[in-house]
């Protein structure tokens, strides 16, 4: 199992603006994962974040946008940089253990 | 690339059986899951095939054939509390890959 937290909670921005997630794991994970839930939708996959490497970006998603760190085998960050309304979303952290599991999420509002 | 198909909402009513059904198309694939997500909550893990079967596990089961490319979550004595989105996912590499997610409302 994994206990995931994620900072922060919720939060409202402006646009143009950056947000910087946190996401912490109760145990060392080789590999986390970043996922956007838009409203009303899906889990869409960002990124997968190894420790000691580049993130590997899904279609649809780049690193100026999306930077993300990984550096150590129990933490994350992704920042949604220079947000714009449509960024508006969830974005929930995950990872592997004896399965896929998901941290409570962090729900952005960018006006 | 992945392609899911889930039903967009389904309705039941208390004590009854449901079965929601999820078809998919993938280049590889390493595995079938489901999760159960609460309005506002964080998904959470149901079950996992990667056999052809069924996988049963209290009130909750999932079948799966890999030739035919589906899957179903079968849910029985449904409760309240079941009113939910339930989302498939295939991991065909390392990460899961998500459908859209079947909105189901539980009625007394």
């Known amino acids: 199992s994994a206990v995931i937290s994620q900072k922060p909670s919720r939060d409202i921005c402006q646009r143009g603006t950056s947000l910087t997630i946190q996401c912490q794991v109760d145990?060392?994970?080789?590999?986390m994962f970043w996922y956007r839930q838009q409203p009303g939708q899906s889990l869409t996959l960002i990124a997968t974040?190894?420790?000691?490497?580049?993130?590997?970006?899904e279609s649809g998603f780049v690193i100026d946008k999306f930077p993300i760190s990984r550096p150590n085998l129990t933490f994350s960050t992704l920042t949604v940089s220079n947000m714009s309304p449509e960024d508006s979303s969830i974005y929930l952290c995950?990872?592997?253990?004896?399965?896929?599991?998901f941290g409570p999420g962090t729900r952005l509002t960018v006006l | 690339g992945q392609n899911i198909d889930q039903p967009t909402e389904m309705t039941a009513t208390e004590g009854a059986i449901v079965q929601i059904n999820c078809t998919y198309q993938?280049?590889?694939?390493?595995?079938l899951f489901w999760y159960q997500q609460h309005a506002g909550e964080a998904p959470t893990f149901l079950s996992y095939?990667?056999?052809?079967g069924l996988e049963e596990k209290g009130r909750f089961s999932s079948f799966l054939s890999r030739s035919k490319g589906y899957s179903y979550l079968l849910l029985k004595e449904l409760q309240m509390k079941d009113s939910a989105s339930y989302l498939c996912a295939i991991q065909a590499g390392t990460a899961l890959i998500f459908g859209k997610g079947t909105t189901l409302s539980v009625s007394s």
């Open positions: 993938t280049s590889g694939f390493n595995g």
């Open positions: 145990s060392q994970v080789t590999m």
């Open positions: 974040a190894n420790q000691g490497s580049e993130a590997t970006y």
């Open positions: 095939n990667v056999l052809d």
């Open positions: 995950s990872v592997v253990t004896d399965t896929q599991y």
